[in-house]
């Protein structure tokens, strides 16, 4: 590996290792000093907090089974992304997607089943939508995608392309064929709704 010094020093939060910051090949084929790990040390205790810190975010605002968005985080980002779309003149629709007969799925295979649909259908709901979208669980088996700078008919080809793409899935349980599917509901902003819950009641229905 062509390695001729190298520099190992943890990355400790609450005195649980997190990481290591490794170091190789001191400029000028030196070698490395306690100078220089007293250096490093202090940058590896600042980069151990803000992993830390950036773990305990992503933990408060994603769903923890679909690594989605959470509803309160999803509905912050919504509303900034409402006042953009005021201030610019763009649209915002809000697709709303409720998988069907889900309760029949727990009951019929059990809830390690369920939770495996919710993974997947998260995974198309991701691959649906573009770097710019965000996609959140909005409860149980209902989720929301955010689709700044898109109209209606805009919204409907996101649908489409999840539908195909969920057409295309192929599920089994206990050895079991399982197919699922999902009913949505669109909304654009300012055309259906002019403020966050009614652009939500809008979509829901």
Same mark, same amino acid.
């Given at each position: 590996?062509?390695?001729?010094?190298?520099?190992?020093?943890?990355?400790?939060?609450?005195?649980?290792?997190?990481?290591?910051?490794?170091?190789?090949? #001191?400029?000028?084929? #030196?070698?490395?000093?306690?100078?220089? =790990?007293?250096?490093?040390?202090?940058?590896?205790?600042?980069?151990?907090?803000?992993?830390?810190?950036?773990? /305990?975010?992503? +933990?408060?605002?994603?769903?923890?089974?679909?690594?989605?968005?959470?509803?309160?985080?999803?509905?912050?980002?919504?509303?900034?992304?409402?006042?953009?779309?005021?201030?610019?003149?763009?649209?915002?629709?809000?697709?709303?997607?409720?998988?069907?007969? !889900?309760?029949?799925?727990?009951?019929? !295979?059990?809830?390690?089943?369920?939770?495996?649909? /919710?993974?997947?259908?998260?995974?198309? =709901?991701?691959?649906?939508?573009?770097?710019?979208?965000?996609?959140?669980?909005?409860?149980?088996?209902? !989720?929301?995608?955010? =689709?700044?700078?898109?109209? =209606?008919?805009?919204? !409907?080809?996101?649908?489409?392309? +999840?539908?195909?793409?969920?057409?295309?899935?192929?599920?089994?349980?206990?050895?079991?064929?399982?197919?699922?599917?999902?009913?949505?509901?669109?909304?654009?902003?300012?055309?259906?709704?002019?403020?966050?819950?009614?652009?939500?009641?809008?979509?829901?229905?």
């Amino acid at each position: 590996s062509r390695v001729s010094s190298i520099l190992c020093v943890p990355l400790r939060v609450h005195g649980d290792v997190i990481g290591v910051l490794n170091i190789t090949n #001191k400029i000028r084929g #030196k070698n490395f000093t306690d100078a220089d =790990l007293q250096i490093i040390q202090q940058v590896a205790d600042q980069a151990a907090v803000a992993i830390h810190n950036a773990r /305990l975010y992503e +933990m408060a605002v994603t769903d923890s089974l679909t690594r989605l968005y959470v509803r309160r985080h999803l509905f912050h980002r919504l509303s900034e992304e409402m006042r953009r779309a005021r201030r610019y003149g763009h649209p915002v629709t809000l697709l709303m997607v409720d998988i069907d007969h !889900f309760k029949a799925v727990n009951d019929t !295979f059990g809830h390690p089943c369920g939770d495996r649909v /919710l993974v997947e259908v998260a995974r198309i =709901l991701r691959r649906s939508i573009r770097e710019t979208d965000l996609v959140g669980r909005y409860g149980g088996e209902e !989720f929301c995608l955010v =689709l700044p700078e898109t109209d =209606l008919t805009g919204g !409907f080809i996101v649908a489409n392309r +999840m539908h195909a793409l969920l057409e295309a899935l192929e599920l089994q349980c206990d050895g079991r064929p399982l197919r699922v599917s999902v009913s949505g509901g669109l909304a654009t902003f300012p055309e259906q709704a002019t403020s966050l819950e009614a652009l939500v009641r809008s979509a829901d229905a």
